[in-house]
């Protein structure tokens, strides 16, 4: 039997009480570095697979070496990316992370008097929708080429509740709680039955209509 598992996504509304040296707020500077197709893909490929090359990159991303390598520049220079040093070989440039998320402000970028820090939040929010349907598609379409084990530890669910946005709050807060809970039980990659394991958590008023 499937189990209702709900999702998260790497971007969170942040609030005023958030703290996590590990997680990226943006501002309008910082989301207008980041609101770009590619450079949220390179982003999400670094948190998700770790450090990686310009080259190794397109590879899997199926863009021009070219590309990823001035996005990821930008990316750096907004402080979303860091050189990696460590892996370097010679003229070989490595990037990685430099927070594990992101989290933004609603009411100030949503609201923000310039009309392009308003039309880099709608870029965000629009290529994360359509990330997320990519990473769900993936899913489906190769779902009968794994284990019987993984056919059933998997989820799609909606739900419709009738909730104060003060509610709203206190149920995502502890959703977010009860996964984070789980991260800290990560397993070595070696670990057996083990797999990448992508959780997505949507939630949202509906109007009455």
């Not at 990823?68 to 370097?88: C, I, K, M, N």
């Not at 070989?89 to 008097?113: I, M, N, S, V, Y």
């Not at 397993?187 to 509906?206: I, K, M, N, Q």
């Amino acid at each position: 039997m499937q189990r209702s598992l709900c999702t998260l996504t790497v971007l969170r509304m942040a609030q005023s009480d958030d703290a996590d040296d590990d997680v990226r707020v943006l501002d309008p500077r910082s989301l207008r570095g980041l609101a770009h197709p590619l450079r949220l893909r390179l982003l999400g490929a670094l948190r998700e697979y770790g450090p990686a090359t310009a080259s190794q990159l397109a590879g899997r991303l199926g863009e021009s070496s070219g590309a990823t390598s001035y996005h990821l520049r930008q990316l750096a220079a907004h402080g979303f990316v860091d050189d990696d040093p460590e892996r370097g070989k010679g003229r070989e440039r490595w990037w990685k992370a430099a927070q594990r998320g992101t989290r933004w402000g609603t009411e100030e970028l949503l609201r923000h008097p310039d009309p392009s820090v308003r039309g880099a939040m709608n870029t965000l929010m629009h290529e994360l929708a359509t990330v997320h349907g990519q990473n769900l598609s993936t899913w489906l379409g190769t779902l009968h080429e794994w284990p019987a084990e993984w056919r059933t530890n998997w989820d799609i669910s909606d739900f419709t509740l009738r909730l104060t946005p003060a509610l709203a709050r206190e149920m995502l807060d502890k959703v977010h709680e009860v996964i984070n809970g789980y991260r800290e039980q990560e397993l070595d990659p070696d670990t057996e039955h083990s797999a990448r394991y992508r959780v997505h958590l949507h939630g949202f008023p509906r109007d009455e209509d």
